[in-house]
């Protein structure tokens, strides 16, 4: 019994030594060394008991330290981590006991000494990381370019020195003065209701000096723990040169809105990296809204944009983020009434210090004009080149038929016309032949009509005329026609294929909604001469051609009435196909150039007397 009562002193006697040791406060490899070296005597066998400590890769351990196989250990655990051991030796054997040759109390003093080094250790490094913390905070507000003001329920608790610096109060000053001392009369009202809120954001003040001169301010507060204390620590900016370069850039665009607005150009300020959007200029007007109409965002921008042109330009803003190149680009708007706009759109990149595009700076200046030109000196060039092929054709084809359809594919292709059609009339006015080219599931219905002897409307009304028509819309002038179904919302022109009173056929084209003008009316005329002056040319030498036929008949004919007429004998061949040839030379003359037409009989007449005269005499 009464060893038992003494092995429970030394227990005693080991906690208390352990807490001396750590009221101390030492440093905590002093603390870990002089706590193992209590641990022998707490032991029931000191004489040959030895201990150490494992603690962060470091060792502690008393003198006669020996490792042997009777040993007793507890972990020490730090913010629920091991991070080291308590460990007792015995040099020799024992008797066995409770655990080994160690006792049950043992194993709860070794078990409650690990545990309090842990604790220990939790508490140390807390107390060194809020030393640390305090210790940079002070040094980064010492360090900073900007007032800081500690205050504890609105009265200023501590400032660091800039403050003293900025304001002409020294801490002694500052310490128990009210916050709102350092703001002047037109703000307080502003500042006190952001303490009392606990705003947290950043806002603008006027700050007042010891000598009282005021200043622009940025104020920026938090609540914080700091000494053991739950305290408001505000930081104030003088933002003097902020103010006046502000003012100074708000003057400067002022003056370039102004000018914008008094140029033709408009300019804009696109951020890379939101997508905020700034006119200047007035894209109102230039699109035919009213100021305030169109917002100033991306999508807004985007929805006046031409359908056919927005992947491109989508594609631009896309190039606006990730690039740092300049890009130009030409697209169309559609104005309030519909009617479309060119705009050349140039812009340059604002860089930051990675090279990167901030935002980006452009112009838009409007080029309808010159677009326009552009497609009318396109379009005159087509209507030239139409008119040089329409040309070589007549030159160079013989065959009316073939003429006629290569006359309409010519308008087709080279003019971009929905459709071409001609139709050729004989001397009476009645359907002769038909040709066309782009008219698809129109032309059945439309060859029927015109070999049932009717006529299209605008036919009709060319006839009646004699004169160009012009159709704007075929749907609403050519109800019954069967092209005006399929051409709905096209124009288009007919004309007659004449020469003086001869009528030789008509000639129709449809063009798209946007091809009327005076060069289409100019080419359709130049068009219609040189088709006219071919078609009578053909239509004079098949008459031609008809009457030598005729009178070919009528020669042979007179030649086996005639008496002393002889079948052609071999003899007489030879200058028979001689005087034929020449014969049938002046017949061509006559077919192309229109001349000797009196003469033909007289020369066909001697022609026939010849060759009978020829075979009676015998040679």
């Known amino acids: 019994m009464e060893a038992d009562l003494q092995e429970r002193i030394k227990e005693l006697n080991c906690f208390y030594g352990i807490s001396t040791i750590i009221e101390k406060d030492l440093p905590m490899e002093d603390t870990l060394q002089k706590v193992v070296n209590l641990f022998p005597d707490a032991w029931q066998y000191p004489d ?162 010891k000598d009282g001169s005021t200043f622009p301010c940025q104020l920026h507060a938090k609540e914080m723990q700091y000494k053991g204390k739950r305290i408001r620590v505000t930081s104030l900016r003088d933002i003097t040169d902020f103010k006046i370069l502000e003012s100074n850039l708000r003057i400067k665009e002022e003056r370039f809105r102004l000018i914008a607005q008094s140029s033709n150009d408009i300019f804009y300020e696109l951020d890379a990296k939101t997508g905020e959007l700034r006119w200047f200029g007035n894209i109102d007007i230039a699109l035919g809204y009213q100021n305030g109409e169109i917002e100033h965002t991306l999508d807004a921008w985007i929805k006046v944009i031409h359908p056919e042109d927005r992947s491109s330009h989508n594609d631009t803003v896309e190039l606006h983020i990730n690039s740092n190149e300049a890009t130009n680009y030409v697209y169309r708007v559609i104005c309030k009434d519909g009617s479309l706009r060119y705009w050349n759109d140039s812009s340059l990149p604002l860089l930051d210090s990675d090279n990167t595009p901030m935002k980006w700076l452009g112009g838009i200046s409007d080029i309808t004009e010159r677009k326009q030109a552009e497609e009318k000196i396109q379009h005159l060039n087509l209507v030239l080149r139409t008119i040089r092929n329409v040309n070589q054709l007549i030159v160079t084809e013989k065959n009316r038929d073939v003429l006629i359809q290569k006359i309409c594919d010519i308008l087709t292709e080279n003019r971009g016309y929905a459709n071409a059609w001609i139709v050729l009339l004989d001397e009476h006015g009645e359907y002769l032949n038909f040709a066309g080219a782009r008219l698809d599931k129109s032309l059945i219905p439309i060859m029927t009509m015109l070999e049932e002897g009717t006529l299209t409307i605008c036919g009709n009304r060319v006839l009646k005329t004699k004169e160009m028509v012009i159709i704007e819309d075929t749907a609403k002038e050519c109800v019954d026609c069967p092209l005006s179904s399929n051409y709905a919302g096209q124009g288009g022109y007919s004309a007659c294929i004449r020469h003086g009173d001869n009528i030789y056929g008509l000639l129709t084209v449809c063009f798209l909604g946007d091809q009327f003008g005076t060069y289409h009316c100019l080419f359709y005329l130049l068009a219609m001469g040189d088709v006219t002056n071919k078609s009578r040319e053909l239509d004079t030498r098949i008459r031609r051609k008809a009457y030598c036929a005729d009178l070919n008949i009528n020669y042979l004919t007179i030649l086996a009435s005639m008496p002393g007429f002889k079948p052609i004998t071999s003899r007489t061949y030879y200058l028979l196909y001689t005087l034929c040839s020449i014969f049938r030379c002046l017949q061509d003359f006559y077919v192309r150039y229109g001349h000797i037409k009196q003469l033909l009989p007289t020369i066909s007449y001697h022609f026939t007397v010849g060759i009978i005269d020829f075979q009676e005499s015998g040679l």
């Not at 006669?64 to 991070?83: G, H, L, R, Y």
């Not at 051991?85 to 709860?108: H, I, Q, T």
């Not at 916050?179 to 809120?197: Q, R």
């Open 48 to 209: 040959i008991t030895c201990a150490r400590i494992l603690f962060d890769d470091n060792i502690y351990q008393t003198d006669n330290f020996q490792e042997t196989s009777w040993k007793q250990s507890s972990s020490i655990i730090v913010n629920k981590a091991q991070v080291g051991a308590v460990e007792v030796f015995y040099f020799e054997e024992r008797p066995e006991m409770d655990e080994g040759p160690f006792l049950k109390e043992e194993r709860s003093l070794i078990d409650a000494v690990a545990e309090r080094m842990g604790r220990v250790s939790e508490r140390k490094q807390a107390g060194e990381t809020l030393h640390d913390r305090e210790y940079l905070f002070k040094s980064f507000t010492e360090a900073s370019f900007e007032s800081i003001f500690f205050s504890e329920n609105g009265i200023c608790i501590e400032q660091n020195p800039v403050a003293e610096i900025t304001f002409g109060y020294t801490s002694e000053e500052a310490i128990g003065r009210l916050a709102i001392d350092w703001i002047a009369p037109e703000s307080k009202e502003l500042v006190t209701k952001k303490m009392m809120e606990g705003v947290i954001e950043p806002y603008e003040a006027i700050a007042l000096k």
